[in-house]
């Protein structure tokens, strides 16, 4: 239970970190953060008096290890886009082009490189790496990532890089990533354009990608009725990562009119 709660407090920061960096870089598409708080104050041990009963109580370590950390994040209105949504429904290709623009827009500034310390040594790039309908809001003013926990901070101090915690759903991930010995040598933007691709495929096809010893499959029929250049466009970005798009540049100045 211990290590449950030390992960999930992780995971938690991980997301308050991201969503530092991307204030920083002025992102738009994000919730926005408002305040980090916890449930129990570390500092006062009791004893205390419950407001209702009045009975006494002390704030014990087992209590203080189960308290939780909570972000406080704007309310952003609307579905998640594995949900049924009408213009999703009504104009699958209009909806999935919007989507694709608006979240490669959002990944495209979290990829850029910033230096962190004054002398230039530290510097940090960001991947999302767990992309999926599931993590993206559509309402009436645009698109949204929500669940940015799954980020990783690519850290390089003076040459040597480290990362955080790796989070994945199978179906989206790149190949590279499942093969990976260590996650800090493939950790490319490439990686992204991968699951955005995936989730496109998903969007429009109304079909997950399906998982065949460990590949992921998809079922081309499925958007071959949208336009062989669209096809060409999706299939290019799920390709082997040397046939890939390269970055999400690249996703924007192609994408199919």
Same mark, same amino acid.
């Given at each position: 239970?211990?290590?449950?709660?030390?992960?999930?407090?992780?995971?938690?920061?991980?997301?308050?970190?991201?969503?530092?960096?991307?204030?920083?870089?002025?992102?738009?598409?994000?919730?926005?953060?408002?305040?980090?708080?916890? &449930? %129990?104050?570390?500092? +006062?041990?009791?004893?205390?008096?419950?407001?209702?009963?009045?009975?006494?109580?002390? $704030? #014990?370590? @087992?209590?203080?290890?189960?308290?939780?950390?909570?972000?406080?994040?704007?309310?952003?209105?609307?579905?998640?886009?594995?949900?049924?949504?009408?213009?999703?429904?009504?104009?699958?290709?209009?909806?999935?082009?919007?989507?694709?623009?608006?979240?490669?827009?959002?990944?495209?500034?979290?990829?850029?490189?910033?230096?962190?310390?004054?002398?230039?040594?530290?510097?940090?790039?960001?991947?999302?790496?767990?992309?999926?309908?599931?993590?993206?809001?559509?309402?009436?003013?645009?698109?949204?990532?929500? &669940? %940015?926990?799954?980020? +990783?901070?690519?850290?390089?101090?003076?040459?040597?890089?480290?990362?955080?915690?790796? $989070? #994945?759903? @199978?179906?989206?991930?790149?190949?590279?990533?499942?093969?990976?010995?260590?996650?800090?040598?493939?950790?490319?933007?490439?990686?992204?354009?991968?699951?955005?691709?995936?989730?496109?495929?998903?969007?429009?096809?109304?079909?997950?990608?399906?998982?065949?010893?460990?590949?992921?499959?998809?079922?081309?029929?499925?958007?071959?009725?949208?336009?062989?250049?669209?096809?060409?466009?999706?299939?290019?970005?799920?390709?082997?990562?040397?046939?890939?798009?390269?970055?999400?540049?690249?996703?924007?100045?192609?994408?199919?009119?």
């Amino acid at each position: 239970r211990e290590l449950e709660i030390k992960q999930k407090r992780r995971i938690i920061k991980n997301e308050m970190g991201a969503f530092i960096h991307s204030w920083r870089r002025q992102i738009n598409g994000l919730p926005v953060f408002l305040d980090f708080i916890e &449930d %129990i104050n570390p500092e +006062i041990y009791g004893p205390h008096k419950d407001v209702n009963s009045g009975d006494k109580f002390n $704030i #014990t370590d @087992e209590t203080f290890i189960k308290n939780e950390f909570y972000l406080v994040l704007s309310f952003v209105s609307g579905q998640q886009i594995s949900e049924p949504i009408s213009l999703k429904t009504n104009k699958p290709l209009t909806f999935t082009r919007k989507m694709i623009l608006s979240i490669a827009h959002i990944l495209e500034k979290f990829h850029e490189e910033i230096v962190i310390s004054e002398d230039g040594g530290k510097k940090i790039k960001m991947f999302y790496c767990d992309l999926k309908p599931d993590n993206i809001i559509a309402d009436s003013s645009g698109f949204f990532l929500i &669940d %940015i926990g799954s980020f +990783i901070l690519l850290d390089t101090l003076n040459g040597q890089k480290s990362s955080s915690n790796l $989070i #994945t759903t @199978e179906g989206y991930d790149a190949p590279e990533i499942k093969k990976a010995i260590n996650i800090v040598d493939v950790l490319e933007p490439t990686v992204d354009v991968y699951s955005l691709g995936a989730t496109a495929y998903e969007v429009l096809s109304g079909a997950k990608p399906t998982i065949d010893n460990g590949e992921n499959i998809f079922d081309w029929s499925l958007i071959k009725p949208y336009g062989d250049s669209f096809l060409e466009y999706l299939k290019k970005m799920v390709a082997p990562k040397k046939e890939r798009f390269k970055d999400m540049r690249e996703i924007i100045e192609n994408l199919p009119r």
